[in-house]
């Protein structure tokens, strides 16, 4: 499967309103993840290429897995000039966010919570270890920059803090 067959397939994934395609051949899977929220304008896709000597899963037919959409967190709204005086907390890690300690338990931090220095702001879990996230410094959350059980890359920017 070549580069522009992939960008097809995510095309019409978006178009065909699935949340969630998976394709599993011979040498690699792909996921194509899309959310319902207008501001999202691009389905994700992720890839995985198997070794060529490890046997992959057997080939299965895309299939449309309906996924409970989350509301998205409320966020204070913030100048593009004003920005340059908040800290932003970023991801050390690539896995999935959470927000809360458990499903049925509230988020760690919301917009308007104050921080300390050492507080978990949320987890991330990557190779089914839960990290807990630490605030490096106390302030004030003005912004939530991501959703709860989603992916995020390292380096991705999570919290936008007031630190004064």
Known sequence: MDIREIQN?????????????KLEMDDFKITIKTTNEPSATEPVAYIQQFPAGQPAAPAAAPQAAPAAALPAAPSAPVAADDA??????????????YRKPSPDKPFFVEVGSVINKGDVVCVIEAMKLFNEIESEISGKVVKVLVDDASPVEFDQPLFLVDPS
């Open 9 to 21: 397939l995510i095309k019409f994934v978006a178009k065909s309103g699935a949340t969630e395609v």
């Open 84 to 97: 340059s005086k908040y800290i932003t907390i970023k991801s050390p890690i690539i896995g999935t966010l």
